[in-house]
């Protein structure tokens, strides 16, 4: 299955080789890599290389290495939660500028809100109606009910990537949202004001998606991302 490899970059190739091998099919997930020995003899190398390279491709989430009599290196199903994982430790410690958050939400936000207007149905638009009438009525309760608004907005901007169809719009955007609150809290000078305004931009989209305006969604909510980024920007220079 494997060749040998050039020592200078041993467990570097081992692990290019293993991964290749995974994304091609030909070692499927919930099945065993080869036991040690017979890697070792495969790829010429050392023990100690090899299990560098199954280190990382541990970390990679491509395998998951177990121990005991019935351990092993097993093919793990690839999936989206690596880089859900990775993206959010970013913006978790706010390892992305403002200015890179906002253009990167820009044109995803805008783009996701344009396919909503697309592909979304009757359903959708029920859906999007209540948590419109669900974050009114947090916003109603003042100071008390700010933190229940924005987790209803973050709710109705995860249904829009719902609606997209688009799995890594969903993935990245889900990430984003659950890690996002770092930058609030650094940067965002909530008040009652901002969030009214804040409603009204969503209302504004939910009413371009019922109406399957694709552009106008997407203006909206471009235009929202960056009056609410330069907000941020405003509390960092000061």
């Not at 990382?56 to 290495?65: H, R, S």
Request: aromatic fraction near 6%.
């Amino acid at each position: 299955m494997f060749k040998p490899v050039k020592q200078s970059k041993a467990y570097q190739d081992v692990v290019e080789q293993i991964q290749e091998s995974i994304m091609a099919g030909t070692l499927k997930a919930g099945s065993l890599l080869p036991a040690e020995r017979e890697l070792k003899e495969q790829f010429g190398i050392s023990r100690g290389t090899l299990r560098e390279a199954l280190r990382v491709l541990e970390q990679k989430g491509l395998i998951e290495i177990r121990t005991g009599v019935a351990g092993g290196s097993m093919v793990r199903e690839i999936n989206s939660d690596n880089l859900s994982d990775n993206l959010g430790l970013l913006i978790r410690n706010c390892a992305v500028s403002l200015k890179d958050l906002a253009e990167f939400r820009e044109e995803m936000e805008g783009g996701v809100a344009a396919l909503a207007a697309q592909r979304s149905g009757s359903d959708d638009v029920v859906l999007l109606e209540a948590l419109l009438v669900e974050a009114e009525g947090h916003l109603n309760q003042g100071r008390p009910g700010w933190d229940a608004f924005i987790r209803t907005d973050e709710q109705l901007h995860l249904a829009l990537a719902r609606m997209s169809g688009n799995l890594l719009f969903q993935t990245v955007l889900q990430s984003l949202y659950a890690n996002i609150h770092t930058y609030y809290v650094k940067y965002l000078p909530v008040n009652q004001a901002m969030l009214q305004e804040n409603l009204a931009d969503l209302q504004a989209i939910v009413a371009a998606i019922t109406a399957h305006d694709a552009e106008q969604a997407r203006s909206i909510a471009q235009s929202h991302v960056r009056r609410f980024n330069s907000y941020m920007e405003n509390k960092e220079a000061e």
